[in-house]
């Protein structure tokens, strides 16, 4: 039974293809089109098409996209930019089902009419101003620039945003195997999006590199992170952009302080990506994935011939926070054994003593380590080279390792610019990743190790049945008072300070009896978006005298009325903010409050809405974790209700993502027994 084709298998896996502007003048586009086919061993029908040529190759060009003697699959429309459009309404016309285009739309209004002509007649588009794309392993070199011919098809398929990108990878190291290449262009129809949907789908796939500018797809985008996750298919993310400094002008301090990349790193995270920060981290990833074994546990250990490289590594893991496994006792007693003395044994080790015996030293030292339980990663480092006996050694012992164990076993070369390419070229046919650098080769095992960890739970939310109500405040106050905002609090079941709306000194001074003093006194005119910043808010007032100075201040300086409210005293202060991201949504920052807030920098962004548990599991990474749990025999505080609270707050903005701007809640103080929030701020879109 045939396999149903897929919606961009015309496109990427096409039985035939038509080269519109194809020719055979030397150093022309047109002409490495059909050099880059059939170098690459196509198997299907070419049609050159290009009225001023007559043959090449023992291909026979034809006039027009109307006088092949079959409809393509693919077309291929290598023109100047001018003639793109026509030759679009052309090959369309000719009943073409996929199409790339290589020059760019010469205006805003053009690219609109190619979307327009393409989304019509239902066709996928690789481009416009695309670099083409590789399908190894079906023989397809759709490009305009020649790339080695000579790759060997692999797992590794890469999205990339980037043409300089796409010709870095192609054109350099081979010791990464890729199963597609592909240069998206401007995604004028087809995304970035689409292309991961695709990939993940085929089964020579076992790990996807994208490089992104942006996402033009987001649901797209999310829903095939997620398709990529349920087949445990890793994605690696080099996303450009990081320092755009999104939200400035925000009313809020969270929109301030939380930028648009940092929301799509909870984004890509959360569905199970892995996000890296050059392109050599991205490298070293995707060859650490493509060996397609998992880590059996947290802890990694590594072998080395240098007693001061093997500091070095071990200082650069502690740097990045990759954890070496604590070998067994047995395990130390075996290794100890083999080594010549005074070398004793270690996690990472140092097993190169005066040489003699190494070859048995390296294998049976390195085979007891990976073995042992607590290590889900074996390094076996070195300045590995080209060409020389030693190393020559060592990647035989990796060759008989290698099928010793199920677990990853990475080779690492400390320094970058050793020459190696063919050593690595020949590791990477027995399925052992060589990679070059310290730090990259670390970034690469810190993300097999948290493969799968920080996946969002799939539980069903159901919005709040008061939701009508808050809808109502929302749509008459785009700015609701305190008072207010502390009401929808509630409704979510989040505990905020006992407070009391006055409108006169009189009402003032009743409603603090009636909370009992210390009391918290705040301004409640319009537009008080940073009260402390105003001095609108004054705590800590301790008798009727105290409140009755404040509000006079306040009377003169904002008006009459003020919220009168209960003086939270102790505990650690904490803050939730909310930024409505235009392309995810609602996403959530947890982070230590007050001035803590800055003082400490640090902060959690989870994407709503989240469970408590969810809040409690990313929370307990934090390093200010601490500040709850006990620190150096502090208080334990109520963590749990904290969490709790993160929790509804997130059901809260995800209810209103369409009516939300900001939410803050900063402080939320944590005592003992509580978490109580004791300023609030709402702003409506």
């Known amino acids: 039974m045939l396999k149903p084709r897929q919606p961009l298998d015309s496109l990427l896996a096409p039985s035939s293809i038509s080269l519109v502007g194809a ?41 027009t996209p109307s006088d092949l003697p079959k409809t393509p699959d ?46 019509e007649a239902n066709v996928p588009i690789c481009g416009s101003n695309s670099m083409g794309f590789h399908n190894l392993h079906k023989k397809i070199r759709i490009t305009p620039f020649p790339i080695p011919l000579n ?78 996750a349920s087949k445990d298919i890793p994605v690696v993310i080099l996303k450009v952009g990081r320092s755009e400094k999104s939200a400035e002008m925000a009313l809020s301090h969270t929109g301030a302080i939380v930028g648009n990349h940092t929301i799509f790193s909870a984004v890509a995270e959360e569905h199970g990506a892995h996000l890296v920060h050059s392109i050599d981290e991205l490298a ?41 496994a604590k070998l067994s006792d047995v395990t130390l007693l075996n ?32 085979l007891e380590m990976i073995s042992d339980p607590s290590v889900g990663i074996g390094l076996y480092v070195m300045d590995w080279r080209e060409g020389y006996y030693l190393h020559e050694m060592h990647e035989k012992i990796l060759y008989e390792l290698i099928d010793k164990t199920t677990k990853p076993i990475i080779a690492a070369s400390n320094y970058a610019l050793t020459t190696n390419q063919l050593l690595a070229e020949r590791m990477a046919e027995h399925g052992i990743p060589l990679i070059d650098g310290t730090h990259e080769a670390l970034i690469a095992v810190k993300n097999l190790l948290k493969h799968g960890k920080n996946l969002k739970d799939k539980t069903t939310h159901t919005p709040n049945l008061k939701i009508t109500k808050i809808t109502k405040i929302l749509a008459n106050e785009t700015r609701p008072r305190d008072d207010l905002c502390f009401s929808i609090l509630n409704i979510y079941g989040i505990t905020s300070s006992k407070f009391h709306v006055a409108d006169s000194l009189n009402e003032a001074l009743k409603a603090a009896e009636k909370i009992g003093y210390p009391i918290v006194l705040k301004a409640l005119a319009n537009n008080l978006y940073h009260k402390t910043e105003l001095n609108a808010v004054k705590i800590n007032l301790k008798q009727s005298n ?30 939730l903010g909310m930024i409505n ?7 959530v920052m947890i982070s230590p409050g007050g001035i803590l807030i800055n003082l400490i920098g640090e902060k959690l962004i989870m994407m709503a809405p989240f469970t408590a548990e969810e809040t409690l599991k990313r929370l307990s990474k934090l390093k200010s974790f601490s500040l709850l749990n006990g620190y150096r025999g502090t208080t334990v505080l109520a963590v749990k209700q904290f969490a709790k609270t993160a929790a509804a707050f997130s059901r809260f903005v995800w209810d209103f993502r369409d009516s939300l701007q900001e939410a803050d809640l900063n402080p939320i103080i944590v005592t003992k027994t509580t978490a109580t929030a004791v300023d609030v701020l709402i702003i409506g879109k």
């Open 23 to 63: 020719s055979s003048k030397d150093n022309s586009y047109g002409k490495v089109l059909i050099d880059m086919l059939l170098g690459g061993g196509y198997e299907g029908e070419i049609y050159p098409i290009n009225p001023g040529y007559k043959e090449y190759r023992g291909l026979k060009f034809f006039s």
């Open 74 to 119: 693919h077309t291929v429309i290598a023109v100047s930019n001018s003639k793109i459009e026509k030759a679009l309404f052309d090959v369309l016309r000719a009943g073409t089902r996929a199409v790339t285009i290589f020059g760019n739309a010469e205006t805003k209004n053009n690219e609109a009419r190619l979307k327009d002509m393409a989304r």
């Open 151 to 228: 790759l060997k098809a692999g797992s590794i398929a890469a999205i990339i945003q980037s043409g300089s990108v796409l010709g870095a990878l192609a054109n350099n190291d081979k010791r990464l195997q890729f199963s597609m290449l592909v240069s998206s262009g401007a995604e004028i129809v087809t995304t970035a999006s689409d292309y991961l949907s695709w990939s993940v789908d085929q089964p020579e796939t076992n790990v996807v590199g994208m490089f992104l500018e942006g996402v033009r797809n987001p649901d797209g985008f999310v829903s095939a992170l997620d398709k990529a």
């Open 284 to 324: 070293a990833t995707l060859q650490a994935f493509s060996q397609n074994r998992r880590p059996t546990a947290d802890g990694i250990a590594s072998i080395h011939d240098s007693g001061g490289e093997r500091e070095l590594m071990a200082d650069i893991a502690a740097d990045l926070k990759v954890p070496y």
């Open 335 to 366: 290794i100890g054994k083999l080594l010549e003395s005074p070398l004793e044994a270690d996690n990472p080790l140092d097993a190169w003593g005066s040489g003699h015996g190494a070859e048995i030293i390296f294998k049976k030292s390195f």
């Open 546 to 575: 105290d409140l009755t100075l404040a509000y006079k201040d306040f009377e003169n300086r904002f008006g009459r009325t003020v919220l009168v409210a209960e003086m939270i005293s102790g505990g650690s202060e904490w803050a």
């Open 581 to 587: 991201d235009p392309n995810f949504g609602p996403a």
